[in-house]
């Protein structure tokens, strides 16, 4: 695990105001830890979604499900267990833009894109946020299965349309207001079919 510190943010104390920003050049800070961790192949993704798009956003909202799950099981912090998604080699991770959807980072941090017949495996990491970990990937691993299934029950059962953050994250209106809509796939429905796959394995 790496960290990079892109730059820094000045908030006033009570009102929260933006005083100040900008870049800032600090070295990566490498983390050695255990992990577990859920990957698809290719082929059944492209068989599973239209577009890897889909795919992306699936899975981290699979992910944001998961790190609820397995923070209750391990009783752990949430900063202390914490959650990822990348490629099963290590040439990109994906986070959230500002439209919700998944965007792919390179080593760098900065924004990529893959070549149509590039590799393409998502995996759902999740991490103890410790050098060399304090024992939460373990019992993770030896529940691997019921914590796939507590994922699938949690997103189920809640009573949002599209997806919030007591599943799969926070979504946009936008999303919302597609929620009836047969033709859009919304991130909760994403979720749950990288879920299911998961299971199926």
Request: hydrophobic share 45%.
């Amino acid at each position: 695990m790496v960290r990079r510190v892109p730059g820094y943010k000045k908030i006033r104390f009570y009102s929260h105001e933006n005083i100040g920003y900008g870049p800032i050049n600090l070295p990566d800070q490498e983390l050695h830890t255990t992990a577990v961790w859920w990957q698809l192949p290719q082929m059944v993704l492209e068989a599973a979604f239209e577009q890897r798009q889909q795919a992306l956003d699936g899975f981290l909202g699979a992910a944001y499900a998961l790190h609820i799950v397995a923070t209750v099981a391990v009783m752990a912090e949430a900063r202390d267990l914490q959650k990822a998604v990348g490629s099963g080699d290590g040439a990109w991770f994906a986070s959230t833009d500002l439209h919700g959807r998944g965007q792919l980072r390179g080593s760098d941090g900065q924004p990529a894109a893959l070549a149509p017949d590039a590799p393409f495996t998502p995996t759902v990491y999740l991490y103890d946020a410790f050098p060399g970990g304090i024992g939460h990937s373990e019992p993770l691993f030896r529940r691997r299965e019921d914590l796939l299934a507590q994922s699938v029950s949690l997103i189920e059962r809640c009573d949002c349309r599209a997806g919030c953050p007591a599943c799969v994250g926070p979504v946009l209106a936008t999303d919302e207001q597609t929620a009836d809509d047969p033709a859009v796939a919304t991130p909760k429905a994403l979720a749950l079919r990288v879920l299911a796959l998961l299971v199926a394995l």
